[in-house]
């Protein structure tokens, strides 16, 4: 249920404009204060419902739709009521919402109870294919960092040598080069950034196509021993995909960010060149010996630090997928659901009755 799920739901012909507003980002804000304000007594709530809700879903409809205020306008008097009613149904659908999941998931583990260890077998099986099937993309992961990290540690390794040789010119010729010289370096470790985010973003979604293969074949071998039950097990292995969509989702935001890291990491060594350039000429030398002596080491360092860090994500992701399989043995074989169960589930409905409801706003008029 990720962005291109959402926005599939939205109308063509408000593409323009409505993709400016971004239903997870509406479903987050009402979601937020669900969580947030859900222990609180209620009239508290009642009053944070109309107010905060108002203000951050208003913040937000501004800064997406600065082009169309009249549309904005529009939006903002139909959202925020809708925000609000659906706000009030939470409590009441979460309540229904943990009482049918605790039911099912009672009557799904007496009936499967005859067939405990075919069950608990089955979901070992897929839990060993799971990890087989992690290992080389974690091992792909990894080499990818490793082969990306050294390709650019290679790019930036001549400009600490050519910032070494910069120093024999005189001051002035030096201070006119160096300007230039920090914009190619900047070009360089964007460049390299870039390519880096290139080569791991598909990672995730070829993760993705794995991890849906795995729920689809646990289905397969469970379906059997859950003939009479089949809502209840659809229920949980639905719980399942959410926690490890959910898990790839993360992932992809982990690269992500990680990449964006190294780039503001990296960028103030440019910037240093530049602001050496801007003082005045006779003591340039001294403001850059120590940058030329470190430039080299300092870019080292920090591509040593992001492959540290990045490098083992798959394996921590693997991690993750063959934990969610063991919570949903445990359950099977309790019958005890957990908070999570419930609330993953209502956040998806909160978030497909918003998307449902901005398909349904009309367009704004040119």
């Given at each position: 249920?990720?962005n291109?799920?959402?926005r599939?739901?939205i109308?063509a012909n408000l593409?323009?404009?409505?993709?400016?507003?971004?239903?997870d980002?509406?479903?987050g804000?009402?979601w937020?204060?669900?969580?947030?304000?859900?222990?609180?007594a209620?009239?508290?709530?009642?009053?944070?419902q109309?107010?905060?809700?108002?203000?951050?879903l208003?913040?937000?409809?501004?800064s997406?739709?600065?082009?169309?205020?009249a549309?904005?306008?529009?939006?903002?008097?139909?959202?925020?009521?809708?925000?609000v009613?659906l706000?009030?149904?939470?409590a009441?659908d979460?309540?229904r919402?943990k009482e049918?999941?605790?039911?099912e998931l009672q009557?799904?583990?007496?009936?499967?109870?005859?067939?405990?260890?075919e069950?608990?077998?089955?979901?070992?099986?897929?839990?060993?294919?799971?990890?087989?099937?992690?290992?080389p993309?974690a091992?792909e992961?990894?080499?990818?960092?490793d082969?990306?990290?050294g390709?650019?540690r290679?790019?930036l390794e001549?400009?600490?040598?050519?910032l070494?040789e910069?120093?024999q010119?005189?001051?002035?010729s030096i201070?006119?080069?160096?300007?230039p010289?920090a914009?190619?370096?900047q070009?360089q470790?964007d460049?390299?950034?870039?390519s880096?985010?290139?080569?791991l973003?598909?990672m995730?979604?070829?993760?993705k196509?794995?991890?849906?293969?795995?729920?689809?074949e646990l289905?397969r071998?469970?379906?059997?021993y859950a003939?009479e039950v089949?809502?209840?097990?659809?229920?949980?292995?639905?719980?399942?995909?959410?926690?490890?969509?959910?898990?790839?989702?993360?992932?992809r935001?982990?690269?992500a960010t990680?990449?964006?890291?190294?780039?503001?990491?990296?960028s103030?060594?440019a910037r240093e060149?530049?602001?050496?350039?801007s003082?005045?000429?006779?003591?340039?030398?001294?403001r850059?010996?120590?940058?030329?002596?470190?430039?080299?080491?300092?870019?080292g360092q920090?591509?040593?630090?992001?492959r540290?860090?990045a490098?083992p994500?798959g394996?921590t992701?693997?991690?993750?997928l063959?934990?969610?399989?063991?919570e949903?043995?445990?359950?099977?074989?309790s019958?005890?659901a957990?908070?999570?169960?419930?609330l993953?589930?209502?956040e998806k409905?909160?978030?497909?009755?918003?998307?449902?409801?901005l398909?349904?706003?009309?367009?704004?008029?040119?």
């Open positions: 249920w990720g291109g799920t959402v599939a739901l109308p593409a323009g404009s409505r993709a400016d507003v971004n239903p980002e509406v479903a804000v009402i937020k204060y669900f969580t947030e304000l859900g222990s609180n209620k009239d508290t709530v009642d009053q944070l109309q107010t905060e809700i108002s203000k951050q208003n913040t937000l409809l501004k997406n739709l600065q082009s169309v205020s549309y904005a306008e529009d939006l903002q008097e139909r959202l925020v009521p809708f925000a009613e706000q009030g149904r939470l009441q979460s309540q919402l049918q999941i605790r039911r009557e799904l583990q007496a009936k499967l109870a005859p067939y405990a260890d069950v608990h077998q089955q979901i070992g099986t897929n839990i060993r294919q799971l990890q087989a099937k992690m290992s993309y091992e992961l990894r080499s990818q960092v082969r990306s990290a390709e650019l290679r790019a001549p400009y600490a040598a050519e070494r910069r120093l010119d005189n001051a002035e201070q006119a080069s160096l300007s010289y914009d190619r370096l070009q470790i460049g390299g950034v870039e880096l985010k290139e080569r973003s598909p995730a979604d070829e993760l196509a794995q991890v849906e293969q795995s729920v689809a289905r071998g469970l379906s059997p003939q089949q809502d209840g097990l659809n229920r949980q292995l639905e719980s399942l995909t959410l926690q490890m969509e959910r898990a790839t989702e993360e992932l935001t982990r690269l990680s990449s964006e890291e190294l780039r503001a990491q990296l103030p060594l060149l530049r602001e050496a350039a003082g005045d000429a006779e003591s340039l030398r001294q850059l010996a120590p940058l030329a002596q470190q430039l080299e080491q300092r870019v920090t591509l040593e630090a992001f540290q860090q490098a994500f394996e992701f693997g991690k993750q063959v934990q969610r399989l063991e949903m043995r445990g359950k099977l074989d019958g005890a957990g908070v999570e169960d419930h993953e589930l209502l409905e909160v978030r497909e009755q918003v998307a449902a409801f398909s349904t706003v009309p367009p704004p008029q040119n």
